[in-house]
């Protein structure tokens, strides 16, 4: 065995991106409940650590019109398929969700993809989107969208995510 296949999965510059996530932030949700319904205003926090030098893990929670949850969410990038992968479970789901998902060119923003429970119809799955944004150094966007029957992206969730402390 060659040195470097001892020493595992070098990084790359794709995973610099994920060490831009590292640290205790603050979230502030915006969140549509349905169309004729007033959207809520929620908050949470986050804490993400780096899993050696390829993965980054986040530890959150937040509130809901139920109660609170609790929800953990692993990222990085894989080298073999040149992809961003990660995975979200939360205590109010039993879903796994599983991300596939690129960066842009100029770097500052991160587009997952993944397949799950439709929000609208029991028994169905839909295609939802997640929309992550460096703002600057301290401040983050995420925005949430799920794919209805015509194939349009519609926005349920919107976050304002600033890095506590």
């Known amino acids: 065995m060659s040195e470097t296949e001892s020493q595992g999965t070098q990084p ?3 995973h610099e991106w994920l060490k831009s996530l590292v640290g205790d932030w603050n979230v502030e949700s915006v969140v549509t409940m349905g169309p004729d319904q007033p959207p809520l205003t ?3 926090t986050e804490r993400f650590s780096m899993l050696g030098p390829l993965w ?3 530890e959150g929670e937040g ?6 949850h609790y929800y953990r969410m692993g990222l990085g990038y ?5 992809e961003y992968r990660g995975f979200f479970i ?3 789901s039993s879903h796994h969700w599983r991300y596939v998902g690129d960066l842009s060119e100029d770097g500052r923003t991160m587009t997952l993809t993944c397949e799950g429970p439709d929000m ?3 028994g169905k799955t839909a295609w939802y989107r997640d929309v992550h944004i460096l703002i600057d150094p301290n401040t983050r966007e995420m925005k949430s969208y799920f794919q209805d029957g015509e194939g349009s992206w519609v926005e349920f969730q919107s ?7």
């Open 12 to 14: 790359l510059p794709q």
């Open 90 to 92: 939360t205590s109010m």
């Open 78 to 82: 894989d080298v073999s398929f040149k």
């Open 63 to 68: 509130e809901t019109p139920g109660g609170p």
């Open 159 to 165: 976050c304002t995510i600033t890095r506590a402390g």
């Open 120 to 122: 609208e119809v029991d």
């Open 42 to 44: 929620l908050h949470g």
């Open 56 to 58: 980054v893990i986040c």
